[in-house]
């Protein structure tokens, strides 16, 4: 994954050797806030070579730590920022976990966090046809 060179203004899960995300992670941000967001605990900072600030994280148990936000019901990441299906950001992009990396636009589970936040599960390019792919108007059949 390539990283921004100033914070990003999203999730921003897609792969940039990937094709082009089916939806925009700058305007969603529903899988931070419906899934409990789980990793194993040596990824965040407390443990060596970890990333993830352990102060933004709570216990799950002895293997497992999560984001903080996500062990509860309504579910939000604390490093989530902005308003959900609008405008967001991870606040630690650069720092997050590998369940937040692996997480892609499109895959199952952000269809179904789409779903729970009432956003559209239809990419939108998929819905409106390519005017460069309409007959002209002149053109026989
Ligand atoms: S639910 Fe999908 S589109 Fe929304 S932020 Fe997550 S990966 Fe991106
Ligand atoms: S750390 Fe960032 S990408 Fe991961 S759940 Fe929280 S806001 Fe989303």
């Not at 799950?60 to 996500?70: D, E, S």
């Not at 692996?102 to 990419?123: F, I, M, N, S, Y």
């Amino acid at each position: 994954m390539t990283l921004p060179s100033e914070p990003p203004r999203a999730p921003a899960r897609a792969d940039t050797a990937a094709p082009p995300p089916a939806f925009d992670c700058q305007r969603c941000g529903a899988c931070c806030a419906y899934f409990r967001v789980s990793f194993y605990w040596g990824e965040a900072d407390d443990a060596p070579g970890g990333t993830v600030p352990v102060a933004l994280t709570r216990p799950v148990n002895a293997h497992l730590r999560c984001m903080a936000g996500t062990e509860k019901r309504p579910a939000r990441c604390v490093a989530l920022a902005g308003e959900i299906g609008h405008d967001v950001a991870c606040t630690i992009y650069a720092q997050r976990s590998s369940s937040c990396q692996e997480l892609q636009p499109g895959d199952d589970k952000c269809l179904r966090a789409r779903a729970a936040h009432g956003l559209e599960t239809v990419p939108a390019s998929a819905t409106s046809p390519d005017p460069a792919q309409l007959p002209s108007p002149s053109a026989s059949r």
